[in-house]
């Protein structure tokens, strides 16, 4: 990606294919200077490089001009719509966001296993008295993490998919034969921008907390769960480190915000689908919300009818229906 710069008139980043080493030996070409990063945190999997430009000419062929293009004479025609060029970006996004809630789940499967065959201690207060030891995953703590994280798993999968149908909905309509409708490319640009923000972190997090919940093998290499931290983490940097994205939704969120003020409409979309009686989720779950607390303050004297936790329960292979051995 380079600027294009035509006269005294700079057009912005372009994408342009150049070439860097010779035909014949491979040796890079003059001016060209590449080579590699060098090693990363994680990700080590895929070759980062570098590459610096110094008086290197190509020819005018070589932008690709797909959505904007370039006349021998100079002459610059502009993409259609200005942020069409995000249209393979919000397509990776989306896909980073799927891939991510796979090795967090990949992750918990992995400390699932773990706390079902570590042993360690006995549960304080059990009524079954017990001189054996106890498998982690009857902790409530390690219990109540393993499915806090697995939960965001399956919740990112599903968030994933239906962020897949909107790309789906901007691809259909951007390829209709009665002409290209790109009213829904911003929309579905800042939504995907936030999803993988919102989805990286959390399953970022989650590895992390997959691998703490392993205790020292979880350290260990051979657990897998180094590598797979360090490659959810590495998604948080790379298509836009997360805090740019929420920037990125934040804009749009504030342009909409702006159009409403001045009395103008914004897509629908941003507030959900709109039910059948004509209103908006959102207003719905607010009024929802609002008709359970007044109705929680109204019974807040009522006694409160939660059953204690039956210690008894949590001993080896009740609680979960299984035990090491089974
Ligand atoms: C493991 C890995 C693999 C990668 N692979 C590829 C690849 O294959 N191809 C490729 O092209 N790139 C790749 N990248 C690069 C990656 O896309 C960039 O590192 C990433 O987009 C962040 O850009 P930057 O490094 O230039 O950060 P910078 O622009 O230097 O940003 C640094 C920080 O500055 C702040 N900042 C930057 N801009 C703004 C702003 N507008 N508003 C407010 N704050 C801001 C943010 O806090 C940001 O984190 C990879 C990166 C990593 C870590």
Do not use: W
């Amino acid at each position: 990606m380079a600027r294009l710069v035509v006269g005294a008139h700079d057009h912005g980043v372009h994408p342009f294919i150049v070439q860097l080493r010779s035909l014949e030996d491979h040796t890079l070409l003059p001016g060209v200077d590449a080579g590699d990063v060098g090693p990363k945190l994680g990700y080590n999997e895929a070759d980062n490089g570098y590459c610096s430009f110094f008086h290197v000419r190509i020819p005018r062929s070589h932008m690709l001009s797909g959505l904007s293009r370039l006349d021998r004479d100079g002459t610059y025609h502009p993409a259609v719509h200005n942020k069409l060029i995000y249209g393979t970006m919000i397509l990776v996004r989306n896909r980073m966001s799927r891939t991510v809630a796979f090795q967090l789940a990949q992750a918990i499967t992995i400390a699932t296993r773990y706390s079902i065959v570590r042993e360690q201690g006995a549960i304080e207060g059990a009524t079954v008295p017990t001189t054996e030891e106890t498998s982690i995953i009857h902790y409530r703590t390690q219990h109540s993490r393993l499915l806090t994280r697995l939960s965001h798993a399956f919740a990112l999968i599903f968030a994933s998919e239906t962020c897949g149908e909107i790309y789906d909905d901007l691809i259909q309509r951007q390829s209709r034969p009665s002409g290209p409708d790109h009213s829904t490319l911003a929309y579905t640009h800042a939504t995907m921008a936030s999803m993988k923000a919102y989805a990286t972190s959390l399953a970022a997090d989650g590895t992390e907390d997959a691998r703490r919940l392993c205790g020292g093998h979880g350290f260990v290499s051979i657990s897998g769960l180094p590598e797979l931290v360090t490659m959810v983490f590495a998604a948080t940097t790379f298509e836009g480190e997360n805090y740019v994205m929420y920037l990125q939704t934040a804009r749009y969120l504030i342009k909409c915000a702006s159009t409403i003020r001045r009395g103008g409409t914004v897509p629908l979309q941003i507030f959900g689908k709109v039910t059948t009686d004509g209103t908006l989720p959102m207003c719905r779950r607010r009024r929802r919300r609002r008709d359970r607390s007044s109705s929680i303050q109204q019974s807040s004297k009522k006694p409160l009818n939660i059953e204690p936790f039956d210690l008894s329960s949590t001993q080896r292979g009740h609680s979960l229906g299984h035990s090491r051995r089974a």
